[in-house]
């Protein structure tokens, strides 16, 4: 059953990952397994490698938390390779629906965030600099650039932090920095080179700054916690359904200045975000899972 929640939370990822402006890392913190994640990426270390020289794969397996990983980025690619089309659909057509979904997952989850965290004055001081951080960054507006070589493992390091960073998504990022149409064309036309600059970028970016965080959430937890939930309050500012040109507007209002606000299709979406945010959060009770301890790497 353990395997099967590790799976349900990967496919939940996924999906967050393939909508701009939402970020697999959020769906991660919001259900718990952020810390466990992070603990397993920064495994992936000389210990690591040196278990495999010494053809140790047991011992390697469970240095990384190999099982854990597997589940969870087998939902990941199932989810971005099943909902890709369907979500790509939604965004196209029927966007305020799917931000609306989104809205409901993140606004559900918060109580259970805040409840985790020992507040106090330094601490809600540093949720509001994650607030003002994620408004900041989706404030931003796109820009065109023809890249050098050397920029796209710049790209791949920045875009990849962002990606397990709650609030953020790494698609965004590429997109208000100018690379993120760069990046598709090297994918389309298999520009080798540039892409293994990409791909490069990405592995020490994500094995560096998962390293950065999890040495924070082990030294300062709760102070780390507020900044994320801080991030993870402004990342709304970007999903909000009934916005244009950057301009937030009330249901009503968009109905009137700018388009159809669609409050059917989004009342229903808002209701199954609840509900489904309700089910993950409470996965582990109803399926009866006790709560693994988090492993600190060797």
């Keep these: 059953m353990q ?3 590790w799976l349900i939370k990967g496919l939940a990822m996924g999906a967050a990952d393939v909508v701009p402006g939402v970020s697999g890392g959020t769906l991660a913190f919001i259900l718990g397994i952020y810390e466990r994640l992070l603990a397993a990426i920064s495994s992936c270390n000389l210990a690591a490698l ?17 099982t854990f990983l597997l589940c969870l980025f087998t939902g990941i690619l199932l989810s971005i390779f099943s909902l890709a089309g369907v979500i790509t659909y939604l965004l196209e057509y029927r ?5 609306a979904l989104f809205c409901a997952l993140i606004i559900t989850a918060l109580p259970h965030l805040c409840a985790s965290v020992r507040w106090n004055i330094s601490r809600l001081l540093l949720a509001m600099l994650g607030i003002a951080c994620a408004v900041m960054v989706a404030m931003l507006t796109p820009r065109e650039l023809e890249p050098d070589a ?12 962002a990606m397990i960073l709650p609030g953020i998504s790494g ?4 997109l208000m920095s100018g690379m993120y149409a760069p990046v598709l064309l090297a994918v389309t036309e298999l520009q080798l080179t540039v892409l293994s600059l990409f791909m490069l970028g990405c592995i020490i970016g994500l094995l560096s700054f998962s390293r950065l965080l999890h040495w924070l959430l082990q030294h300062y937890h709760d102070s780390s ?3 994320l939930i801080g991030v993870v309050i402004g990342a709304l500012y970007r999903i909000w359904p009934w916005q244009a040109e950057q301009q937030l507007y009330l249901p009503w209002h968009y109905a009137t200045e700018v388009a159809a606000a669609d ?3 989004a009342a229903f979406s808002a209701l199954a975000g609840v509900l489904l945010m ?3 959060l409470n996965m582990e009770k109803w399926l009866k899972v006790p709560t693994a301890p988090v492993s600190t790497p060797d």
């Design 171 to 174: 698609s965004f990022i590429l």
């Design 95 to 99: 966007p305020i629906p799917l931000w």
């Design 150 to 161: 050397w920029m796209f493992f710049i790209a791949g390091a920045v875009a990849i932090c």
């Design 278 to 280: 309700l089910l993950l």
């Design 50 to 66: 040196k278990l495999v020289g010494r053809m140790q794969l047991a011992a390697f397996w469970r240095h990384i938390d190999g």
């Design 3 to 5: 395997y099967l929640q």
């Design 225 to 227: 916690l507020a900044l």
């Design 263 to 265: 409050l059917t299709a």
